[in-house]
């Protein structure tokens, strides 16, 4: 049973550390999406990949957040300081989507719920 | 101005009570509708894509529509098992990425 796998699933931390957030995309799949939620904004787009190469992080803080694709097993979300309105839940999705074709069908990772104390 | 608005934001049914829920969008040019189901604690499930209006989708009890403005999610006879929030996106074109809605959380009572 495929599935896109998070870690970790909670994390409560204090304002000004680092936080990676981890993501395991299902194999074969060509597009890596990282997403945050939160009651106010929903569901935002941060940033994603397509084969590895970062396509678009202008959802991103860039100050603070970056993500990387090190190879196709792992997607990293890094936040680093961390504030308090990082808080949310941060999702990783993916799909196989070619290039200029419908691409919505996409899985997501049960999601890393953080909390910035 | 949000490109996807979803209404109501909360619904309360009975089981067995049919309803329907809203999605309105103003992308200028629309690839793809998706509809996503997302269960507490876990992340958005996807359910349906539409793509051109006229278009409808059926899975079980739920039946989704598209015109050039607005998505419906139909959900006939409910069952308490049908309570998730109901997520909307839409893909335009030139993009690659979906922008979602805010949802609706949907309760269906016994």
């Known amino acids: 049973d495929a599935r896109v796998t998070q870690t970790p699933r909670h994390k409560v931390t204090e304002m000004g550390q680092e936080v990676t957030m981890r993501c395991q995309p299902i194999?074969?799949?060509?597009?890596v999406f990282w997403y945050r939620q939160t009651m106010m904004q929903g569901l935002e787009l941060l940033a994603y990949?397509?084969?590895?190469?970062?396509?678009?992080d202008s959802g991103m803080p860039k100050d603070r957040f970056s993500a990387e694709m090190p190879d196709a097993t792992l997607a990293t979300l890094k936040i680093q300081p961390s504030e308090p309105r990082d808080s949310a839940v941060y999702f990783c999705?993916?799909?196989?989507?070619?290039?200029?074709?419908?691409?919505?069908?996409?899985?997501f990772g049960e999601g890393s719920r953080l909390t910035v104390l | 101005e949000d490109q996807v608005t979803q209404s109501p934001e909360a619904l309360r049914l009975q089981e067995g009570e049919s309803s329907s829920l809203n999605c309105s969008y103003t992308v200028s040019g629309l690839r793809g509708l998706f509809w996503y189901r997302q269960d507490p604690g876990k992340g958005p499930e996807f359910l349906f894509t539409l793509y051109s209006a006229g278009e409808e989708k059926e899975k079980e009890r739920l039946k989704a529509t598209l015109t050039k403005k607005e998505s419906f999610l139909h959900i006939t006879a409910p069952k308490p098992e049908d309570s998730a929030t109901y997520l909307c996106?839409?893909?335009?074109?030139?993009?690659?990425?979906?922008?979602f809605g805010k949802g609706t959380m949907l309760l269906v009572s016994p």
């Open positions: 999705a993916s799909g196989l989507v070619q290039i200029g074709e419908v691409g919505g069908e996409l899985f």
């Open positions: 990949f397509r084969n590895r190469a970062p396509l678009d």
């Open positions: 996106a839409v893909q335009e074109k030139g993009y690659s990425t979906l922008t």
């Open positions: 194999l074969g799949h060509n597009t």
